[in-house]
């Protein structure tokens, strides 16, 4: 049987990751491991979201904020691309909450 997903109550600043069903795949969203396994299973092109970062760089990241799908806190342009490499980008959108199984 196929689950909905409600869409009652979103809005620009809602964490989807919150609702999420738990993870068929082993896959998270804007990293090159999942662009390599859309490409490789026939993608054409991949939908990809780009931060501002706060040394003038940019960061391939969902959300503009890092709560809702890392182990961070606040906005990601007001942090540096190193500091936001060394966050854990599965926390959240687990649906363990990151951690290893």
Not at 4 to 9: K, P, Q
Not at 13 to 29: G, K, N, Q
Request: negative net charge.
């Amino acid at each position: 049987m196929a689950q909905t997903f409600h869409m009652e109550g979103i809005t620009n600043d809602t964490c989807t990751a919150e609702r999420i069903y738990p993870p068929e795949h082993p896959y998270l969203e804007n990293t090159i491991a999942s662009m390599q396994a859309a490409f490789d299973r026939g993608a054409d092109v991949v939908e990809l979201d780009i931060q501002p970062t706060k040394d003038g760089q940019f960061a391939v990241f969902h959300n503009w904020t890092l709560g809702c799908r890392t182990n961070g806190e606040g906005v990601t342009r007001d942090f540096s691309l190193a500091h936001l490499q060394k966050l854990d980008i599965g926390y959240n959108y687990t649906a363990v909450k990151g951690a290893l199984l």
